[in-house]
């Protein structure tokens, strides 16, 4: 098959006829949408999964009979397209052979120098090469990018709104900042960073150790508590440290140090350097417990991490215990916590995992987190601690670490739990901003009303609804604007300053309504002010003209969102102030009804697949390589969409031959010519299960149960039909216009290749098939059948007999009798041996027979639903079909029984002699 040749057809026919416009003409509405892609260049295959679940879902509610509305648009806030730009304008060689081997033209990268262009480019890119050729059905008409004159109104007119509710605030703030770009975000979709999404902004105490000569050697420690258990000073020997004034002290400390805290603090300055060999030797006084201690050199003592000077706790800290092991030991240990279970916490967690060395870096972190966890959870401080004696750890922490600052003795150094790099290449710090602007995200009333519309939606999977309520009860404050080289919009308050990334896309659906009339010329960024955005969002004042009324009658059919789509980045971020502000800012009415959060495509190391990492198979290639309607069966398929799948392409090129096969399959049942028979009434029962299958799955969004019915099931069933010896023509026919109706979502391409040669119109615009009257008993028994004949084959198998008569044994009246109160029972929850010998007791049966079979009986209820059905009768009708298919006489529930097989015969499962 010619896939590409197919997809072109149909996808230029989808466009010339606008089935992807949303019209509002059935009463009932359904609004979608994907989380919109950043501007960072070009998209990979990973990209596409959530992207396809998109369009599966949005056609699927169409043939549902719902009126759809299935925009899209490009985040364009921030630093990616900034970043991208300034790289070609250098020349950056890895860009320009990145953009040239992604078919970029030339003239177009000389271009890319400008922000904007890169918008302009990537836009255009997302639209054609990825979005149509995939089959989306996404409204193109509402396309809009977040850096247009009309989408900053939109996003100015929601911070005003914001400081109408008290919900903006001003207060110093500690915010990740790139020395080239300005600040920049630290989250898990990595919008701004290369590297670095899923950091966190730790708080470290810098405790001042004084030297004979007046200068400090700061310590950086997340534990402040163990002050009291100080035995030495850890200085890389070979490392050149720099002599900072900090304020009225000198502090000797890593030249990387001092870059971070004249970011975070006022009158910081190098003024000389010294080695760490001219350091190692001399001693110091520990503050808050005056005591002398000796400086040691230690290799971990590594100038990027905080001050690049540690202090050792070895009683409690496995990495200082084993550098003192390893250089004999020549200061005691101090313990200064008692843990129940324990006498040295480090020592003995170090000796019970067999810790040689300190170049065991996985294992000594691991017992790192291992004497943390207990001491902090169960830890008490003894006598070595002073007044602080007999109090927790989790108490007296912070009190310990306030007695510290405010005495002069130390102060506050933040800094990232891992490297987090921009995407200019460049090691972003934190910096200090005395006055941030904040959205109040933990004020009270917002939270309460937001966990409790939260609980109301349709959150898919459940376990991410059952989170949300603590991620909102957790989410704090969040600094709302940057300065910097960014897009985005204007501060209202302050035009020096552009809003942050997350912060403007936050209520973004509702810009999609009116993006429509920008992009038809009805409506101009200059008429969209807070009068409009008031009218058409919150009904407030009056219409100026008919556009204004339209707009908003618009938003209020199309509106809430019905199902915000994005990968499981966002569950910590985005999701939750998508409800924060629309709780915050719009009428109940239009909150949002549902979240769907979608896991990853990874790469063979397990790891996220980015651009920026390498290992992005582009899309063009892989939509030609494979077909789209292969990967988005794949996506669909594969796994659930809420678990991490590995891009495989030898598994996508199974799935292509896949449907090679269902379009063969498909031509043959075509060509079927017959009439009716006994095995239709299975064909026909069989397959409205698998369609109830399919809609029950759809309405919980279980795309790989679907597609299983749809694409596996079904077939195998036409395919069982054919070898029973099916026929019906007008049956078929009936069944595969609801097969391709089914696949339509999924495989839209080749779904409609095959409804132009049997129906009429689009099949995208057909009713999804509801299932019709289903026979369990003809399900059951068909079942049955099934099984006997593997039975037979692995009874063939086994014994290696050719057998020309084979003999079926029918299970007695009384075995049935006793399976029916067996399944009553179990539906109680009564399935027990006493319960079942008190049924068969009543029922007048031989109690030395039953007890031989009852805890058969038990078993196969457990396994199955009994439904008691005329077996003999099912195995005559079908004789012919057996004799065929294993060339051998049967004979049903004849006396001729040999081998006595007829004691062993149960309720849908019958002994079976062979001869």
């Known amino acids: 098959m010619d896939f590409e040749e197919i997809e072109h057809k149909w996808q230029k026919k989808w466009e010339e006829a606008k089935i992807y416009e949303a019209k509002k003409q059935k009463g009932k509405k359904f609004f979608i949408h994907f989380a919109y892609p950043g501007i960072s260049g070009y998209l990979h295959v990973g990209h596409m999964r959530g992207f396809t679940y998109a369009d599966i879902i949005a056609r699927y509610k169409r043939m549902c009979g719902y009126d759809v509305i299935f925009p899209a648009g490009f985040h364009a806030t921030g630093l990616p397209a900034v970043s991208l730009a300034k790289k070609v304008a250098r020349k950056d060689e890895a860009m320009l052979a990145y953009l040239r081997n992604n078919g970029c033209p030339k003239e177009v990268i000389e271009k890319l120098s400008d922000p904007l262009e890169v918008v302009k480019y990537f836009s255009k890119v997302y639209v054609e090469q990825y979005w149509k050729r995939f089959g989306f059905l996404i409204d193109y008409t509402r396309i809009m990018d977040t850096i247009s004159d009309g989408y900053k109104r939109f996003i100015q007119w929601q911070f005003r709104k914001l400081n109408e509710k008290n919900l903006l605030i001003r207060k110093p703030h500690f915010a990740p900042y790139c020395p080239n770009c300005g600040p920049v975000a630290v989250d898990r979709s990595e919008t701004d960073i290369s590297e670095g999404g899923d950091a966190e902004i730790l708080e470290f105490v810098v ?69 760490g060999r001219e350091i190692v030797g001399k001693k110091c006084v520990a503050p808050f417990v005056n005591k002398r201690i000796p400086i040691f050199k230690a290799k971990f003592a590594d100038p990027d991490v905080a001050t690049g000077i540690v202090m050792s706790v070895p009683a409690h800290a496995p990495y200082d215990y084993v550098a003192l092991r390893d250089i004999g030991m020549p200061v005691e240990p101090i313990v200064i916590i008692n843990v129940e279970g324990y006498t040295m916490p480090a020592k003995e967690v170090v000796e019970k995992m067999g810790i040689k060395s300190q170049e065991e870096y996985e294992k000594l972190e691991e017992a790192t987190q291992i004497v943390y966890k207990e001491e902090f959870h169960k830890g008490v401080l003894n006598e070595n601690c002073n007044g602080y004696a007999g109090r927790r750890i989790n108490d007296a922490k912070e009190e310990i670490k306030n007695e510290m600052i405010s005495g002069g003795d130390a102060v506050i150094m933040r800094e990232f739990s891992k490297k987090v790099v921009c995407r200019c290449g460049e090691d972003v710090m934190i910096k200090k901003i005395p006055e941030q602007w904040f959205i109040k995200y933990s004020d009270e009333e917002l939270t309460e009303r937001s966990k409790e519309h939260a609980s109301t939606m349709n959150i898919y999977p459940k376990e991410y ?11 704090g404050d969040r600094a709302c604007i940057r300065q910097g080289s960014w897009l985005g919009t204007p501060f209202p308050f302050d035009e020096n300053w552009i809003i942050e990334p997350i912060s403007d896309s936050t209520i973004y659906p509702a810009y999609y309504i009116i993006s429509k009339y920008v992009n038809e010329g009805k409506i101009k960024a200059s008429e969209m002010n807070d009068d409009f955005f008031d009218y058409v969002f919150l009904e407030k004042g009056e219409a100026r003209n008919e556009v204004w009324k339209e707009i908003r009658e618009e938003f209020a059919y199309w509106y809430p969102v019905d199902i915000n789509l994005g990968g499981k980045e966002h569950k910590t971020v985005h999701f939750p102030v998508f409800i924060m502000n629309h709780v915050a800012i719009f009428p109940q009415k239009y909150w949002p009804k549902g979240i769907f959060v979608n896991w990853w495509i990874t790469q063979k190391e397990g790891m996220k697949i980015s651009k920026s990492k390498g290992g992005a198979e582009p899309i063009p290639d892989a939509a030609q390589k494979y077909g789209v309607d292969a990967m988005r069966l794949y996506y669909a398929h594969v796994g659930s969409p809420f678990i991490d799948i590995e891009w495989d392409g030898s598994t996508v090129e199974q799935y292509k031959k896949r449907l090679s096969r269902l379009y063969n399959l498909f031509e043959e049942l075509r060509k079927v010519n017959g009439g009716k028979k006994e095995i239709d009434k299975w064909l026909s029962s069989a397959f409205n299960e698998k369609i109830r299958e399919a809609r029950e799955a759809m309405e919980e ?44 979502p999924f495989t839209p391409h080749i779904a409609e290749e095959m409804w132009e040669k049997i129906g009429s119109g689009f099949v995208s ?9 289903i026979n369990e008993e003809v399900l059951k028994a068909e079942e049955m059948l099934k099984r006997t004949i593997e039975d037979i084959e692995e009874i063939k198998k086994v014994t290696g007999i050719k057998p020309s008569e084979i003999y079926i044994y029918i299970a007695p009246k009384w075995k049935w009798d006793l399976a029916q109160k067996a399944m009553e029972l179990h539906k109680k929850g009564m399935l027990e041996m006493k319960y079942i010998m008190e049924e068969a007791k009543k029922l007048g049966l031989d109690m030395k027979e039953v007890a031989k079979f009852a805890k058969k009986i038990m078993e196969e209820v457990r396994k199955e639903s009994f439904l008691r059905i005329d077996e003999k009768k099912y195995f005559e009708s079908a004789k012919e079909f057996l004799e065929k298919e294993f060339g051998a006489s049967f004979h049903i529930d004849a006396e001729y029984d040999p081998a006595n097989r007829r004691q062993n015969a149960m309720p849908l499962r019958p002994a079976i002699y062979m001869e």
Not at 236 to 257: C, R
Not at 465 to 475: A, R, V
Not at 706 to 733: K, M, Q, V
Not at 765 to 773: D, I, K, M, S, V
């Open 465 to 475: 609804k059952g989170e949300i309520p603590k991620i909102l009860e957790w989410f």
């Open 701 to 744: 969004y279980e795309l790989r149960k679907a597609t299983t019915a749809i694409f596996f099931d079904i077939p195998n069933i036409f395919s069982w039909y054919i070898r029973r010896g099916g026929e019906n023509e007008d049956l078929l026919h009936s069944l595969i216009e609801k097969w391709i109706k089914a696949m339509a």
């Open 207 to 275: 405790i001042k150790f004084k030297m004979d000569d007046g200068k400090i050697l700061p310590a950086a420690t997340l534990r402040p508590e163990t002050i009291f258990g100080v035995t030495n000073m850890w200085v890389n020997d070979e490392v050149d440290y720099v002599i900072a004034k900090v304020g009225d002290e000198e502090w000797i400390l890593s030249e990387k140090a001092v870059k971070k805290l004249m970011y975070q603090m006022d009158d910081v300055e190098i003024v000389g350097k010294i080695s």
């Open 765 to 773: 615009l057909q009713n999804f098939p509801e299932p019709e009257e």
